[in-house]
């Protein structure tokens, strides 16, 4: 046991922990299903506390923190708004800090540790082209049912040439009514205010984009 604590509350070890840690609990986020590098990162934090807990170097709060940290991101899966899962981020880095308070280089190793996650995130953003699956899981909640009115996500060609009204505010994305049919529709970079005449221009793939129609258009 002492060689445990030894071994992981050794700076250089603690701080590769925490660095471990942080990069693959922010690649998980980008994969839909629960895998290794989830595991692993839960690892590296479990290795993390445990070990500085039984040092008497943190305390069950640091822990309990944490803990409530996983439970928010947990709770954002399933509660659109992305408000509780940054809180979930922020409880996790401050349980974090207060684990780590007692160690100069640890908690520089901790910004460290973040600097890194931020780094794997927009990397697997930008480079890779993914998207995070925890806020994609998001979005889908909330979802647009045909007995609500709202048409199936399709190439609507057919509507090109239409006129309807916006239903909210077009800025540029939001719905208009369409032949009695409630539309998501974007337009070409305009704002567009509630119940303005509109008119379908083009379809690019599911996105139907209008632009405000106006009755002098038709006399030219």
Partial sequence: MGDFIIAF????????????????????????????????????????????????LTTFGAIMLFAIGLIL???????????????????????????AKHSPFITVSLAVAVVSALMMGLWLSRVSKKKMMLFEKIVLTDEQRNEKGYVSHEARVDLIGKRGVSLTVLRPAGTALIDEERVDVVTEGEYIERNRPIEVVYVDGLKIVVREWKKEEEII
Avoid: M, N
């Avoid at 922010?26 to 070990?51: E, H, I, M, N, P």
């Avoid at 899966?77 to 809180?87: R, Y």
């Fill in 73 to 99: 991101l947990v709770i954002e899966l399933f509660v659109p708004g992305g408000v509780i899962g940054l809180l979930g981020l922020g409880t996790l880095v401050w349980s974090l800090f207060l684990a």
């Fill in 9 to 56: 509350t050794h700076p250089f070890l603690a701080a590769l922990l925490l660095i471990v840690g942080s990069v693959l609990f922010v690649w998980q986020l980008y994969d839909a299903r629960w895998g290794w590098k989830g595991t692993g990162s839960l690892v590296c934090f479990l290795l993390f506390f445990s070990a500085h807990l039984a040092a008497g």
